[in-house]
């Protein structure tokens, strides 16, 4: 035990020299040119004499303690910060755009991407409106699954609708063809090919009032784009943020805490096509976004 605290005591005048008085110093030269049993005597000594001179309040036993908790807390923050960086590097690498994105750039100037857990995201911004990108993977009739490979596969967009910030709401519109995918428990069908899905913490009521403020022109609109998009588009809360965690959420707005709070209209399109075709797309989604900000938010008349 007492070799251990002669150890851990040189550790100061080894690291820091500079500490040391003249006395000390000498002590230490005359330590390292020492047999290896009075070496360790004299440096042990010469510590003492420098904790003391340090520390003259202390006792040999408060200062080793206090040197080790300085060490612990060095340790953990190197830890945090190694975490945090290695997090940083995965959850948002900056990548090039390709392909069909790239062309769409000279539409969107402002878009970006970023590779979060192994997956492609493209952010940027429409006349003040938040629009993300990413491309999901068609299984049958099943435009939901999570892209695992590039082959048959589509591009989701996401449209943010403004001042619907903290009003969750869960609609989703099928054509003709997709409606029996949602003949399942947890949705009500409001009309035909039209749903409302379970949103923990919102009552049915609440999202059929919701529902009750969408005029028959904007409802026709929701059903007519779904027809563009594969067979189906939703009015639902950024749920991105629960996939990917909000740091990363946020990244991709640009560090827009709003943004994460405001629903989204979600539509699909196929791979191929050009980028012409894809921002007429997104030009038809912005047209019912402006209508469902007329009508959705609580004091739409």
Known sequence: MDEARGIL???PAVFFPGLLGKTSVSAISKARSAPPVEAFEQSFDCNCSWNRQVFPSMTQETAIIVLLTVVFFMLIGGVFLGISLARRTLD???SALSGIMA???QHIPDLQSFIIAKRTYISGSLNGRKIGFKYVQITGNDWTSPMTEKGNRALQIRLKIRETEHDPFYLSVFTES???LRSVGGWTEMDPGVYIGDLSGVSLDEQKNKYGRLSPVTRQALMSLAQASGGNVSVVPDW??????RDAALRLWNQDGVALTQLELHSRVEEEGSAGDLYNHILKMQRVVEMLENELPSGAV
């Open 9 to 11: 005591v040189l550790i």
């Open 92 to 94: 948002a690498r900056h």
């Open 103 to 105: 062309d769409l750039k």
């Open 178 to 180: 997709q409606s029996m």
């Open 240 to 245: 991105e943020v629960n996939m990917i965690g």
